[in-house]
């Protein structure tokens, strides 16, 4: 099992920044990558960003792209997720993901992480 532990959320106004963090315990010998993932109220949960834990190969979905930065701290088994310029419709709770195999989905998840963004 692993456990994934988020913080960092908060009220921020729009146009500023935020740093979210994940740590990742237990059996983590075993990880193809980790990533983030949102859901706002009423809306299906969507995919923000994920890195490849030995390669720190990124993805990201579009909107998000150029203002947000997620990294790793392998020493730490940490997920970092550097947001900027924030923007009201990314208010959303975070939840940190873990992934095993690369094949398949992702296997394990924090609790989240409450973002709200003030206009």
């Known amino acids: 099992q692993v456990q994934l532990v988020e913080s960092g959320g908060g009220l921020v106004q729009a146009g500023g920044s935020l740093r979210l963090s994940c740590v990742a315990s237990?059996?983590?010998?075993?990880?193809?990558?980790m990533g983030w993932f949102r859901q706002a109220p009423g809306k299906e949960r969507e995919f923000v960003a994920r890195?490849?834990?030995?390669?720190?190969?990124?993805w990201y979905r579009d909107s998000v792209k150029g203002r947000f930065t997620i990294s790793r701290d392998n020493v730490k088994s940490t997920l970092f997720l550097q947001m900027n310029s924030v923007k009201p419709e990314d208010t959303a709770v975070y939840y940190c993901?873990?992934?095993?195999?690369?094949?398949?989905?992702?296997?394990?998840w924090g609790q989240g992480t409450q973002v709200t963004v003030s206009s």
């Open positions: 237990g059996r983590t010998t075993s990880r193809c990558d």
């Open positions: 890195i490849n834990w030995s390669a720190g190969s990124t």
């Open positions: 993901a873990y992934r095993v195999d690369c094949e398949s989905t992702f296997d394990f």
